[in-house]
Nanobody, 122 residues
Framework: QVQLVESGGGLVQPGGSLRLSCTAS??????IGWFRQAPGKEREGVSC????????YYADAVKARFTLSRDNAKNTVYLQMNSLTPEDTAVYYC?????????????????WGQGTLVTVSS
């Protein structure tokens, strides 16, 4: 069964940190990463990593604040989010077979998780 299971969302104060996790099972993928969709906005790529050459891309809005890492033995990808701002409030989606390229454009090939809500508010 193809599955991506996310965890780690929640409420955090501005300036705080959260770590999201996503575990994949039931399929093989060549890349994995994260998208997000803020209220009233389109879904956007946050980060995507190629699983073979390790190249990792970030959206300009999160560079230097977010870090994607992988535990290949566990088929798990993490998104460490630091210095969070209210503008980071969104539903975050894990996506396998994302496009590991600048801008992280969305295609029709991604496999999606169910999403996890991150709310940054005081």
């Amino acid at each position: 069964q193809v599955q991506l299971v996310e965890s780690g969302g929640g409420l955090v104060q501005p300036g705080g940190s959260l770590r999201l996790s996503c575990t994949a099972s039931g399929f093989k993928y060549y890349s994995i990463g994260w998208f997000r969709q803020a209220p009233g906005k389109e879904r956007e790529g946050v980060s995507c990593a190629h699983t073979v050459d390790g190249s990792t891309y970030y959206a300009d809005a999160v560079k230097a604040r977010f870090t994607l890492s992988r535990d290949n033995a566990k088929n798990t990808v993490y998104l460490q989010m630091n210095s969070l701002t209210p503008e980071d409030t969104a539903v975050y989606y894990c996506a396998a077979d994302c496009t590991p390229a600048p801008g992280i454009p969305e295609s029709s090939l991604e496999v999606w998780g169910q999403g996890t809500l991150v709310t940054v508010s005081s």
